[in-house]
């Protein structure tokens, strides 16, 4: 008889992901994620409180997948070192900051919020005051989750991808061009491709921290 691996947080946090990575925040339940490690669903409580902890679990997975810079950086190298590594991660798991837009995830441990520490600490090195860190923290955690949930709504993202289509030629048929001349004009553009959603998330990145680093100038 084979003896059943010892279930551990880990592994349920593990098939979690994948669950999600596959199919979306609406494929997890913690009865199909039972299924799919091969327990009953009561021994997951072993591991998880509930649905709301284990989403924390998934996104504190994310966030310990981002690469922290070496803090002798310069400031706008450190901010831009966190946060391409921070869309890189989750573009691999797109779930995850839905899950964080929607606040059914919200981790609070220090292994998940370490790169905002970083983020603040760089901005504090810039010489910004608290509001001014502030109000720059929010800009690049902005441009990072929008940048991340557009790229879902057909706006930014790969031609091909748009919300399980195919394609995004019958998307693109359903705005009305004399309506809508200009967005339907960026869309085509962007329906022909020659530039991917991680390089202009990349050329958004370095406009904004040029912005910092003119305020930062001033300060």
């Known amino acids: 008889m084979t003896r ?4 551990t947080r880990e592994k349920v946090l593990h098939a979690a992901m994948a669950l999600v990575d596959e199919d979306g925040l609406d ?3 913690m009865r199909r994620l039972a299924t799919v490690l091969d327990v009953h669903a ?11 902890d284990l989403l924390d679990g998934i996104a504190e997975h994310a966030f310990n997948q ?3 810079p070496d803090p002798e950086l310069a400031w706008p190298e450190q901010v831009r070192a966190v946060a391409l590594s921070m869309h890189h991660v989750f573009s691999r798991h797109p779930a995850v900051p839905v899950a ?3 606040d059914q ?8 919020l370490k790169p905002f520490d970083r983020l603040v600490g760089a901005l504090y090195q810039a010489g910004f005051d608290d509001r001014r860190a502030s109000q720059a923290l929010g800009a690049v955690t902005g441009l990072i989750f929008g940048s991340l949930l557009l790229s879902t709504a057909g706006l930014t993202g790969e031609p091909g991808s748009h919300a399980g289509e195919p394609d995004t030629s019958g998307y693109l048929r359903r705005i009305d061009a ?6 339907s004009r960026l869309l085509q553009q962007r329906a022909l491709g020659g530039r991917s959603p991680q390089e202009d998330f990349q050329r958004a990145l370095d406009m904004l921290i040029q912005g910092l680093v003119a305020e930062a100038d001033q300060t």
């Open 27 to 29: 494929g997890l339940s």
């Open 42 to 52: 009561m021994s997951l409580y072993n591991h998880v409180s509930n649905k709301a």
């Open 178 to 183: 004399a309506q809508l001349p200009n967005l």
């Open 105 to 112: 995830a919200n981790p609070t441990s220090a292994r998940a």
């Open 4 to 7: 059943r691996e010892t279930l």
């Open 66 to 68: 981002v690469e922290l």
């Open 100 to 102: 964080l837009a929607t």
